[in-house]
């Protein structure tokens, strides 16, 4: 494998350490000998954070300045306003505007203050509702958007293109990497503004914990149970950040390069999936949980409740053919999420936002 793109004296800049995808980036960073592990600081390097406490990324000013003082050589942009169905239902402006703001300023400010590579956390809700399946980079911008989370979507799709232009424009170093559904330690497990996954694993639990493991009792899902989604745990993407840090240059020779629907050349792919390439039914999903977390009752389904999008699989052939696959099995990563869901429960530390 060629050499690296960056190195252990890298000032690496994290922002939305404190979140599920940010934390898991600085431990595969430092599993890697970046950041604050000892190799890097040996060569000068540094990981640099800086929580919503101490730097609001919507305040443009505030951002500037601190990009200015710090000087990162490397950015993962890994911060964003998320949510459940619900929660993009209820607030889309807030959806819209935050990730927008979060987004310009980063990037924007990585890019004057000298940053050397930045790589931009998207997300796979930014294809159209019935892309092609499994889905390929290049059907960004073919079709509608679910609208169940277009806000957040747009505000993705704009992050993607902004880094895109600053590439084409001014050279600069910036590449996106789009994940699937993501799960793992440090979720939000809200009753109403989460994910489906974290939302499921609360509800069974809960029931669980009824006498008989909740046995007799029945837990209601939303939708049919029929839409089929693709599931990736956080540390894999972790791992994903520091590959594509290391050795995707989306301008070298032989780099994944998008193709027309005739499969003619149309140049760079300047973002690329992350997944796991398989998919399940959120029934499937729903009754794995049960089993993980020992529910012994019944499943409903209120179909009434909105389905989203009927099937949402990523090709991440792409990747892949760089030399990153995904190693941690959806059965294997369910435990322990369930048991890391547990214990912060029981210690109190939940986010409930």
Same mark, same amino acid.
């Given at each position: 494998?060629?050499?690296?793109?960056?190195?252990?004296?890298? =000032?690496?800049?994290?922002?939305?350490?404190? &979140?599920? +995808?940010? $934390? #898991?980036?600085? =431990?595969?960073?430092?599993?890697?000998?970046? &950041?604050? +592990?000892? $190799? #890097?600081?040996?060569?000068?390097?540094?990981?640099?954070?800086? &929580?919503?406490?101490?730097?609001?990324l919507r305040d443009g000013a505030a951002v500037e300045h601190w990009f200015a003082d710090q000087r990162p050589t490397v950015v993962v942009l890994a911060a964003a306003k998320v949510g459940g169905i619900h929660a993009n239902a209820a607030y889309p402006a807030?959806?819209?505007?935050?990730?927008?703001?979060?987004?310009?300023h980063v990037i924007e400010s990585a890019w004057r203050h000298g940053a050397r590579r930045l790589l931009f956390l998207g997300s796979s809700c930014i294809y159209p509702k019935f892309a092609a399946q499994p889905i390929r980079e290049e059907a960004l911008l073919s079709g509608a958007l679910e609208p169940t989370n277009a806000w957040y979507a747009i505000a993705?799709?704009?992050?993607?293109?902004?880094a895109e232009a600053l590439r084409l424009q001014h050279g600069f170093d910036a590449i996106s990497l789009m994940p699937t559904n993501l799960y793992g330690p440090g979720d939000n497990y809200h009753p109403e503004h989460s994910h489906v996954l974290p939302a499921l694993i609360r509800r069974f639990h809960e029931a669980a914990e009824r006498p008989e493991r909740g046995r007799g009792t029945s837990v209601t899902c939303w939708g049919s149970g029929t839409p089929l989604r693709e599931f990736l745990h956080v540390d894999d993407l972790g791992e994903a950040c520091v590959f594509a840090l290391e050795h995707w240059d989306p301008d070298a020779p032989g780099a994944p390069r998008a193709e027309g629907p005739g499969g003619e050349d149309l140049g760079p792919l300047r973002f690329l999936n992350v997944g796991t390439g398989v998919d399940l039914s959120i029934r499937e999903l729903a009754e794995a949980v049960a089993a993980a977390t020992g529910f012994a009752g019944t499943i409903a389904w209120d179909t009434t409740q909105p389905d989203g999008t009927p099937k949402k699989q990523l090709d991440v052939s792409r990747l892949a053919a760089l030399g990153w696959r995904a190693r941690i099995p959806l059965a294997q990563g369910l435990e322990a999420t369930v048991a890391d869901f547990r214990s912060r429960l029981a210690a109190g530390t939940l986010r409930s936002v």
């Open positions: 494998m060629s050499e690296a793109l960056i190195t252990p004296a890298e =000032r690496i800049y994290v922002a939305g350490h404190r &979140g599920m +995808a940010g $934390a #898991a980036v600085c =431990r595969a960073l430092r599993r890697a000998g970046y &950041g604050d +592990a000892a $190799a #890097a600081q040996a060569a000068g390097g540094a990981l640099l954070t800086a &929580g919503s406490d101490a730097l609001d807030d959806f819209l505007l935050d990730n927008l703001k979060i987004e310009t993705k799709i704009a992050g993607i293109k902004l």
